[in-house]
């Protein structure tokens, strides 16, 4: 595996970029009991939003996460938002370049953690069956200025001593940002490939170089990351001690 990816774990930031990313929706916590808990539910879709059911139990909402994505549009500049309704999507989904910005939010009764995530989206796709990593990912991220919050992404292939590559999500463009994202593999489960990504409160769960890229630089802030298996979270495939990845 060839890796050259920017890893950079950290408490906090005095980046004032990342600290308006983590006002909404996650300021901090010591500021967090002048809200109520009704604040930080996300159980309504917002207005205008494209509605994920697979139960369907609401008219007109589309059954798959793919099937909504399809019907973002690919033209407008306007900022477009899924969501997803609770519900265990077994399903591959690839995200397009979009012209606009894109948020997808999963239904939680309280966005500040993933330890309520209700919606999950799951393959179980490996490099035995597919030419490359991205194509093994159960979420295939391609657009940027995307934003994805509390959903969980599990590639549930396993362990094969060869080709076993199961990628989560593949991020595989800049201007990506992850909050309160589960996301569950064994090898290889999430592929930050290029430009600047930021994962905030997010759990990611693997065994065998389970964090990996190619161009990215990568921001986690209150990240869990835990091993399923003995093994290594990173390594590094920079091709000279001058490179700063």
């Not at 004032?16 to 809200?35: G, H, T, V």
């Not at 953690?113 to 919606?119: E, G, P, Q």
């Not at 992404?153 to 589960?182: E, M």
Request: glycine content about 6%.
């Amino acid at each position: 595996m060839h890796i050259s990816l920017t890893v950079l774990f950290f408490l906090s930031c005095a980046s004032a970029a990342l600290q308006n990313e983590r006002a909404d929706p996650f300021p901090d916590p010591s500021s967090s009991s002048i809200y109520s808990e009704k604040a930080w539910s996300r159980t309504s879709p917002p207005t205008g939003a494209i509605i994920v059911d697979g139960s369907s139990a609401h008219p007109g909402a589309f059954t798959t996460v793919q099937s909504a994505v399809n019907a973002l549009s690919m033209n407008t500049t306007t900022p477009q938002l899924l969501f997803i309704y609770p519900g265990t999507y077994t399903e591959q989904v690839s995200i397009p370049p979009l012209r606009s910005n894109l948020t997808v939010q999963g239904w939680t009764p309280d966005a500040r953690s993933y330890a309520h995530n209700t919606a999950t989206l799951t393959c179980n796709l490996s490099r035995l069956s597919v030419a490359t990593n991205d194509l093994t990912a159960t979420v295939r991220q391609w657009n940027p200025n995307t934003k994805l919050y509390n959903l969980n992404i599990a590639n549930t292939f396993g362990h094969v001593p060869v080709n076993g590559q199961n990628l989560a999500l593949s991020a595989h463009t800049g201007n990506q940002a992850y909050y309160g994202v589960q996301l569950w593999g064994y090898q290889d489960t999430l592929l930050a490939n290029a430009g600047n990504q930021l994962y905030a409160r997010c759990l990611v769960v693997g065994a065998v170089d389970f964090i990996f890229g190619q161009a990215a630089t990568a921001w986690f802030e209150g990240v869990d990351i835990r091993t399923v298996a003995p093994g290594y979270i990173t390594a590094s495939g920079r091709s000279a001690a001058s490179n700063p990845s």
